[in-house]
């Protein structure tokens, strides 16, 4: 095994913003064994995708500050990461219904904690 994946020039993975940034280092780690260069991930491409609108990584009773702690934003490896950035919504371009790209918008909204919160800390999904 360890002989194909020093033929790698690519992994891809997804959901990366849950993942523990121990996980992400151990990779590293793990790669710059197997392919005996000391370069960042072995010099193997790695394609982190994911959003850190959704979840960050589950801490076992921890706090909202240990689960960013943990995040790989938090890992030293960090600073190698060129960040891309999706900007359109293909699923919305292609879809035949008229309200797709208004409902996009407003799915965006929430993520980035547009959407007015009332007195217990809750938004209203209605439009």
Known sequence: M???????KLIVWDECTMAHKKAIEALNRSLID??????????????????????????????????????????????HVIRLKLTSNIRVQLSKEQDSDEFSKFLLDIGE???PIDENNQI????
């Open 124 to 127: 209203s999904l209605t439009r």
């Open 34 to 79: 197997l392919t005996g260069k000391n370069d960042i991930m072995g010099r193997i491409t790695i394609a982190f995708s994911g959003d850190f609108r959704q979840i960050l990584p589950v801490v076992h009773r921890g706090t909202k500050t240990d689960e960013i702690h943990v995040c790989i934003k938090s890992s030293n490896l960090w600073e």
């Open 2 to 8: 360890a002989k194909v994946i020093q033929e790698y």
């Open 113 to 115: 904690g547009k959407l």
